[in-house]
């Protein structure tokens, strides 16, 4: 019932979501079309009742020429919101096409986070024009966020946020909670500093309502608090968040003071980011801006793949070596050349499966419950019985193909050893790329099916020496 269920919801969710697609794209459509007959008042009563992050989508869907027209027609308050929810290129068309006045009022009113990612991807030129018109406050923020390494949590975190003192009444707090709640990214979690501002404690907006108006903040407040420091990577900040279910983390300097939170939305675009990275580097695709390719130019498709390709060209060409350097074997047993694919692409397929599983358990942390060292053998074991079982199905079929006995054993035993060797290897590849500090997704399906290929192609016609008859090393 418990698997029922979970089914239905993720069933729901992915309706959820097509259902939301689907309004920005009907959206986007009629937008266009009151756009081009000039009904700016329909386009205008056709968008008050969308959702913001719709909205957003369905400005982007629209044509360069009319996406600057579309975002005039939004209200003020809501053109800001829209805004932080539009694709980065979209973003950066229309600062292109809108008037000074309108560029810097957007800029000033967006929230410093998204306002710093914005920043990331203009030119420096352009940065550093739109910090010097930005108010002093905003440009001390901006700058403030841009000083700190990318992907880390000073990139990430804004530093709007409610924080409170420990002599403050719970009605004092819930005032100034009202007060700043319009200015601040969240209220749900709320932070209790010291005159130094060090983070002293931390109080949910529930523990805050319901206290009796009279009882100290520092009285309900919880003193241990988890934090993360501004050069945290961001990876790291995501997995905490995810590990204590927390809206949002604080984020403290070296001092201890604190500086800015990161919020659950900010963490999810992580996510999505590091799993698409994770992917091109599956896929052996040279990574650029994640969210760019399907946007990106023919010839910048083509260099981000071409890179890896001449690599697992030059794997498969030793490949193609060894098996003419072994062509007296072939060329006296024929056969033993038709089941070359299968044993390499078995092999590889077994490779790509345990590094796979052993780079996704990387990156949620769940190997390290198992330990390095058991985790490769325990693949190994694998390995080892999926070839035991596979040599059970290839012996038969491979001794009616070739019609020796001997070809089929040869073709069965390799293939065990091959499997074997695959999983060992496909799971101890990626551990040693992580131990050396590397990236573990280099290491992925591509590669290891290259090595495979290699070790297998030299394992299989050695077999084939020692088992079939007259092809000993001193025949």
Same mark, same amino acid.
């Given at each position: 019932m418990g698997e029922a269920n979970g089914a239905t919801s993720q069933a729901t969710a992915a309706n959820a979501t097509s259902a939301n697609a689907n309004v920005a794209v009907v959206v986007a459509s009629q937008l266009e079309a009151l756009l081009q007959a000039g009904n700016y008042d329909g386009a205008k009563l056709l968008l008050q009742p969308v959702q913001e992050v719709d909205a957003a989508e369905a400005i982007g869907r629209l044509p360069m020429t009319l996406q600057a027209l579309a975002f005039r027609l939004l209200p003020k308050d809501e053109a800001i919101d829209i805004y932080e929810y539009l694709p980065v290129e979209v973003q950066q068309s229309l600062l292109e096409r809108l008037r000074s006045g309108e560029v810097l009022e957007l800029v000033e009113e967006m929230s410093p986070d998204d306002r710093a990612r914005l920043f990331d991807e203009l030119p420096a030129k352009v940065v550093r024009r739109l910090l010097a018109e930005l108010s002093p406050a905003e440009r001390r923020v901006t700058a403030q966020l841009l000083g700190y390494a990318p992907e880390t949590a000073g990139r990430l975190m804004t530093t709007e946020f409610i924080d409170l003192k420990e002599f403050h009444s719970a009605g004092q707090a819930l005032d100034l909670v009202r007060r700043r709640a319009r200015d601040t990214e969240t209220v749900y979690s709320l932070y209790v500093t010291d005159g130094s501002r060090h983070l002293s404690g931390i109080l949910s907006l529930r523990d805050l309502v319901v206290a009796d108006p009279e009882t100290r903040i520092g009285d309900v407040m919880t003193r241990d608090v988890v934090s993360v420091s501004t050069d945290t990577d961001q990876e790291e900040v995501a997995r905490a968040i995810q590990r204590y279910d927390f809206l949002a983390m604080p984020v403290v300097d070296r001092e201890q003071r604190l500086v800015g939170i990161v919020t659950v939305d900010d963490v999810i675009d992580v996510i999505e980011q590091e799993a698409t990275? /994770?992917?091109?580097?599956? *896929?052996? +695709?040279? =990574? %650029? /801006?994640?969210?760019?390719?399907?946007?990106? *130019?023919?010839?910048?498709v083509v260099r981000r793949r071409i890179v890896w390709l001449l690599v697992l060209l030059v794997a498969n060409s030793i490949?193609?070596?060894v098996i003419a350097r072994e062509e007296d074997i072939l060329s006296r047993v024929v056969v033993l050349a038709a089941f070359i694919p299968l044993l390499i692409g078995t092999g590889g397929n +077994? %490779? =790509?499966?345990?590094?796979?599983v052993v780079i996704r358990g990387l990156s949620t942390q769940q190997l390290l419950i198992n330990g390095r060292r058991l985790t490769v053998l325990r693949e190994g074991i694998a390995g080892l019985i999926l070839g035991l079982m596979l040599m059970a199905a290839v012996v038969p079929w491979a001794w009616q193909v070739g019609g020796d006995p001997h070809v089929a054993w040869t073709t069965g035993l390799s293939l065990v050893a091959i499997t074997t060797l695959a999983a060992i290897? %496909?799971?101890a590849l990626p551990l040693l790329f992580n131990r050396m500090g590397l990236d573990p997704a280099l290491m992925s399906a591509p590669f290891i099916t290259s090595a495979v290929d290699v070790?297998? +192609? +030299?394992?299989?016609?050695?077999? =084939?020496?020692?088992?079939?008859? *007259?092809? %000993?090393?001193?025949?």
């Open positions: 990275r /994770d992917l091109y580097a599956a *896929g052996a +695709v040279q =990574a %650029g /801006d994640e969210d760019d390719y399907f946007q990106a *130019g023919l010839f910048t490949t193609a070596a +077994v %490779g =790509a499966q345990s590094s796979t290897a %496909g799971s070790a297998g +192609v +030299v394992i299989y016609l050695r077999t =084939a020496r020692w088992l079939l008859p *007259g092809l %000993g090393e001193n025949a």
